[in-house]
């Protein structure tokens, strides 16, 4: 069966602007994930909320670009309205932001691994796997 992963969208930037820390090649390892999702034939999950965020700092035609990786299955995914009630309350809950338990809940229900650096993350393990890519490269 095929593993999905939801890329959250610090993870697309890292990949896309070949990022990296002092220390981290952050660009590198977002390439060697997708890398091997696409030998495993994987799928990776895009929702709304990250097309939103990834609009803050790209046009339209950047975001459709960084969409089009040879090799690799993107299924676009819709978001409910009861997704956005429950990440609210657990927002609200777990003092994180919003969005963030969106993401969260989003990767839940489609059954995917969450792939982030974001710590507040770390509030929401038992509602989602929470990964790095050089967790799982």
Request: hydrophobic content about 40%.
């Amino acid at each position: 069966m095929k593993q999905k992963y939801y890329l959250d969208t610090c993870i697309w930037r890292d990949y896309y602007e070949n990022r990296s820390d002092k220390f981290r090649p952050l660009g590198e390892w977002a390439l060697e994930l997708l890398n091997l999702i696409i030998k495993n034939k994987d799928e990776i999950l895009v929702s709304e909320l990250v097309i939103k965020e990834l609009g803050t700092e790209y046009s339209k035609g950047r975001i459709k670009d960084l969409f089009e990786i040879n090799g690799v299955t993107i299924l676009f995914i819709p978001t409910l309205q009861q997704q956005r009630f429950e990440a609210i309350k657990l927002s609200q809950k777990r003092k994180v932001h919003a969005s963030d338990a969106l993401h969260a809940v989003l990767a839940r229900d489609n059954k995917a691994i969450l792939v982030s650096r974001d710590n507040h993350f770390l509030e929401l393990l038992d509602i989602v796997d929470v990964k790095k890519p050089e967790d799982l490269i």
